[in-house]
C-alpha cells in the first residue's frame, strides 16, 4: 500500500504543510504557527495549487484566531489580517473561497471554525474521488475503452488537493482501471510544478511517465501521441473560461487543431458563477528572477525585464468539458456552469 501524501493538514495547534518548494529532493514538513508564515509559504509555493490553497485559507482563519488571543488583536485588526490572507494570490478563487466559508462561523468560537475547516478538506477528498471517476468515465465514454496516453500540465494531484488530485485524480483512477498507457507531464516552467511534483506523485503511484519541456507539448499533440489532455484550474468562469498554469492555453489549442479532448477537471468550489466569463480573472504576475535565473543563478543580462504572468485563461470554445464532481458540463456542445 503506497503512503498517502498529505500536502496539507492541522496538527498540535499548527498547519503542517509538505514543503513543495523542497520536492522531489527533499520531503520534509513545515509547521506553520502564525499567519505571517502562512501568507510566505503560499507566496513562494510551499503550499499551493486551488483546492489546497482553499483548505489553507480556512485553516488559517484557525491561526489568526489563535494569534489574536495569544496577541490581544482588536476585531479591526483580526478582519485585516484575515484579508491579507485571502488576498495572498489573486487568481485561484478557492484561497479566498475557503476563508469565506469559515470566516461567518468566528462568533461561534474557534472549534466551530475548525471543525468546519476539517470538513472542507475531507469535503475536497471526496469530491477528488468522484471527479475521478466522473472523468475517467468521460474519457472511457468518448475514447474508448482502452489504455490512453494521456497530456497533463502542472501539478493537479494530491500535493495541490486533500485527496487524489483533480486531473491527476482522473489519470489515477485510469491507472486503477488498467488504462492508462503513459502520461506526458509537461514540466511547467518557470517553477516545474510538472518535472518536479507531477512526475514524482507519478512515480510514487507506480503511473507510466515521461516529463516534456512545456514547448513540445504542441509537437506531441499534433504527432498523435496523445489521446486527451486534462488540466485543473485556478478560476472557472460561469460561461467555462478558465484560468490555470501559464501554458495551458497553448495545450489547449494545440488539442483544438488536432479535434482531441481538452478536458478542465476541478471541483464546483472553483467555479466563479460571480463572473461570465474570463475577462475577469485576475492573473498573478510574479517576479523577475523566476525567469532570469535558474536555481539562484543568473541566465539573462542584468536589467533584463519579464514578462511573468503565473496563470493564462483558456477561453471556453477550446474546452471540450468541465469535469466536477457533480458532472460532465459540455463546453464545446453550448453548456455554461
Ligand atoms: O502556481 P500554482 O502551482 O499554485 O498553480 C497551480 C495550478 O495552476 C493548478 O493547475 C491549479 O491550481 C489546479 S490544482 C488542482
Redesign the pocket.
Known amino acids: 500500500m503506497l503512503a498517502e501524501i498529505k500536502s496539507i493538514q492541522w496538527r498540535d495547534n499548527a498547519i503542517v504543510l509538505i514543503d513543495q518548494t523542497l520536492l522531489p529532493i527533499i520531503e520534509k514538513n513545515i509547521e506553520v504557527h502564525s499567519l505571517e508564515q502562512l501568507r510566505d509559504s503560499i507566496v513562494r509555493?510551499a503550499v499551493?495549487?486551488?483546492?489546497?490553497?482553499g483548505v489553507a485559507g480556512a485553516f488559517g482563519v484557525v491561526l489568526a484566531l489563535d494569534q489574536a488571543r495569544a496577541s490581544g488583536w482588536s476585531d479591526d485588526r483580526l478582519a485585516t489580517e484575515i484579508d491579507a490572507l485571502r488576498d495572498a494570490?489573486p487568481t485561484?478563487v478557492?484561497l479566498a473561497w475557503g476563508v469565506n466559508q469559515v470566516r461567518p462561523l468566528i462568533s461561534q468560537g474557534r472549534d466551530a471554525v475548525l471543525k468546519a475547516a476539517q470538513q472542507l478538506a475531507e469535503d475536497d477528498r471526496l469530491a477528488n474521488l468522484a471527479m475521478g471517476n466522473n472523468g475517467a468515465d468521460w474519457l472511457v465514454k468518448k475514447l474508448g475503452d482502452r489504455p490512453l496516453n494521456l497530456l497533463t500540465?502542472?501539478?493537479?494531484?494530491s500535493l495541490?488537493?486533500t485527496g487524489t488530485?483533480?486531473?491527476?485524480g482522473v489519470i489515477k483512477e485510469l491507472a486503477k482501471r488498467g488504462k492508462i498507457q503513459e502520461v506526458f507531464a509537461d514540466e511547467?516552467r518557470p517553477?516545474l510544478?510538472g518535472s518536479r511534483l507531477t512526475a514524482w506523485e507519478l512515480s510514487k503511484a507506480e503511473i507510466p511517465y515521461r516529463i516534456q519541456p512545456d514547448a513540445a507539448a504542441a509537437m506531441a499533440i499534433l504527432g498523435g501521441k496523445v489521446d486527451a489532455a486534462l488540466?485543473?484550474?485556478?478560476r472557472i468562469a460561469k460561461n467555462g473560461d478558465s484560468a490555470?498554469?501559464i501554458g495551458?492555453l497553448g495545450v489547449a489549442l494545440a488539442c483544438h487543431i488536432a479535434k482531441i479532448p481538452f478536458l478542465v477537471?476541478?471541483p464546483e468550489s472553483?467555479v466563479d458563477r460571480s463572473i461570465k466569463d474570463g475577462s475577469q480573472i485576475h492573473i498573478?504576475i510574479r517576479g523577475d528572477e523566476e525567469i532570469t535565473h535558474i536555481a539562484g543563478k543568473q541566465m539573462a543580462p542584468d536589467g533584463a525585464k519579464t514578462f511573468n504572468p503565473?496563470?493564462d485563461v483558456t477561453p471556453a470554445r477550446f474546452i471540450t468539458a468541465v469535469i466536477t464532481e457533480l458532472r460532465a458540463y459540455e463546453i464545446e456542445a453550448g453548456e455554461s456552469l
Open positions: 509555493l499551493r495549487g486551488a483546492p489546497a490553497l494570490r485561484a478557492n500540465h502542472c501539478n493537479t494531484g495541490a488537493t488530485g483533480t486531473a491527476l511547467t517553477l510544478q488540466i485543473g484550474a485556478d490555470n498554469k495551458s477537471v476541478a472553483t498573478e503565473a496563470f
